[in-house]
């Protein structure tokens, strides 16, 4: 592993402290980040959110999720280290209420300590607890709001949140999150890309057949239903996360890893992406949602089932994109995504153009195209599927082997989890891993076509059991151009 350097100290106020993600992630995040003696000593935690609680009680509450039942004592020992750091506050986050006064006392007075304000909260109130948090004068100069996605809805939705957090921090303050850019394989993109002269001549139209890109998870919507039944995956997952990839993957060289040089070339990638309307979208977007079936051996309830009621929210969407610029002129993007799905599996496919010319006689066996694979999960790793000859007498046989980089066996000691890295990002003042106010709102834009493409043209919610890779018309729409999704055994 990289060298581990210290951050700064800071202070951090979680807001929405008793909510799902501050307990999953974030508390075991910078208790991670504790361990490993990133985080220095004078470096405060604190937990805000209605409730009344004390701090003990918070603390009983994040140790059964950071430590579960049992623990070594070393970690034991750790864990009462970092709480001694940690607060909890009640506080009403949205206005005058209760609990801005102790807030603030229990900020560092010192105002060249670096402060991060973590919205783990509802988007639509992003602009009111950032109007409080400038009423009560607690925006330093050295203050970070750290935004959690989605960023808004829709297009307007999300110019209306950034306009209001915009008022109280200025946009190098802002830091808008999208956990897939804090991943160890999403980093790595731009180093693949760009640190090395094999692929960038053969990245264009000229040598790449197609791209997919495949976030399948195997979970259902589960305690989030009603979050995920307004969202819906073209929301969830689309608008952020898969465009965010696409970006990486399309992206022109920037100049510079500088923040804005990286988030300039991104925005032209969106820019590009054509608008899907009504007239296309029967046959670029496939929409869908899973019934009862039987996932990793349970059988599970269906979507409807798990929400309460029928509803026409797409668990399921597959896309084929089109970038429209010089690079990319005729080369689909296929995006894919979906919820109680075979396997959990995220996956960047870059199929590359055949051979010019087949010098091999024909029972030699079939020559397939290199493939490069990027895994984002499980089992981290970058392979090239290379056309080989099967060794030994016999004449030529073709064998198509990959050439593997597995993370796991490559880099021994592991890596911390996204969060764990974007935490130490912000404290760095690091923006290159977060997305920038016109990323947000211009994928927005694209997405809002779809939606409204769905509305005023034919793309109906097609079901799929859950359990298997999704409506069989996702299939069809690459099968109708004369190409497959690749899975976890053909990849
Ligand atoms: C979140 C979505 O952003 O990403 C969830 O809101 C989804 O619906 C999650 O489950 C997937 O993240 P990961 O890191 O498990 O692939």
Same mark, same amino acid.
């Given at each position: 592993m990289a060298e581990l350097v210290p951050v700064e100290p800071f202070d951090i106020v979680i807001f929405g402290a008793t909510g799902d993600l501050a307990r999953r992630k974030l508390v075991p995040a910078l208790f991670h980040r504790w361990c490993d003696g990133q985080i220095p000593a004078n470096s405060r935690i604190i937990a805000a959110a209605r409730d009344d609680l004390s701090t003990d009680d918070y603390i009983k509450r994040a140790e059964e999720m950071v430590l579960g039942d049992g623990s070594s004592e070393t970690r034991a020992e750790r864990w009462s280290q970092f709480v001694a750091h940690l607060q909890y506050v009640a506080v009403d986050a949205t206005g005058d209420g209760k609990g801005w006064k102790e807030l603030a006392a229990a900020l560092d007075s010192n105002p060249d300590k670096i402060r991060l304000f973590y919205l783990a909260l509802p988007p639509s109130i992003y602009g009111s607890v950032c109007d409080a948090i400038g009423q009560h004068g607690l925006?330093?100069?050295k203050s970070r709001v750290i935004l959690e996605k989605p960023i808004g809805h829709d297009f307007h939705s999300a110019r209306t949140v950034n306009e209001a957090v915009g008022k109280v921090f200025p946009e190098n303050a802002i830091f808008r999150i999208d956990h897939y850019l804090g991943k160890e394989t999403v980093q790595n993109l731009l180093i693949l890309r760009f640190a090395n002269t094999l692929l960038e001549p053969l990245w264009n139209s000229n040598g790449i057949d197609h791209v997919q890109i495949t976030v399948a998870e195997s979970l259902g919507a589960g305690t989030r239903a009603s979050y995920y039944d307004r969202a819906g995956a073209l929301r969830d997952m689309v608008q952020n996360h898969l465009l965010q990839l696409l970006c990486l993957v399309a992206m022109e060289p920037p100049t510079s890893l500088d923040a804005d040089a990286v988030r300039a070339e991104k925005l032209k990638v969106l820019r590009a992406l054509r608008p899907i309307k009504a007239e296309t979208v029967s046959k670029s977007v496939v929409r869908g949602q899973y019934d009862a079936g039987v996932s990793l051996g349970q059988p599970v309830e269906g979507y409807a089932d798990e929400v309460g009621q029928k509803t026409g929210t797409e668990t399921f969407v597959a896309i084929h994109g089109e970038i429209d610029n010089w690079r990319w002129a005729g080369v689909p993007f296929y995006l894919r995504t979906g919820k109680r799905m075979q396997s959990r599996r995220s996956e960047i496919i870059i199929q590359f153009k055949p051979v010019p010319h087949d010098i091999i006689?024909?029972?030699? =066996?079939v020559l397939q195209p290199n493939r490069l694979v990027i895994r984002l999960? !499980?089992?981290e790793g970058v392979k090239l599927m290379l056309m080989t000859k099967d060794p030994g007498p016999g004449g030529v046989r073709l064998r198509y082997v990959p050439l593997n980089l597995s993370f796991a066996e490559t880099f021994e000691q592991g890596y911390p989890d996204a969060y764990e890295r974007l935490l130490m990002a912000v404290v760095r003042g690091n923006l290159g891993l977060f997305m920038r106010r016109d990323e947000v709102e211009t994928a927005w834009r694209w997405t809002d076509g779809i939606i409204a493409a769905w509305h005023d043209g034919a793309c109906p919610l097609h079901h799929y059991p859950a359990g298997?890779? =999704? !409506?069989?018309q996702a299939a069809l729409m690459l099968s109708r151009d004369e190409r497959e999704w690749f899975d976890a055994d053909t990849a």
């Open positions: 925006n330093t100069t006689q024909a029972d030699a =066996g999960q !499980p089992d298997t890779d =999704g !409506p069989s």
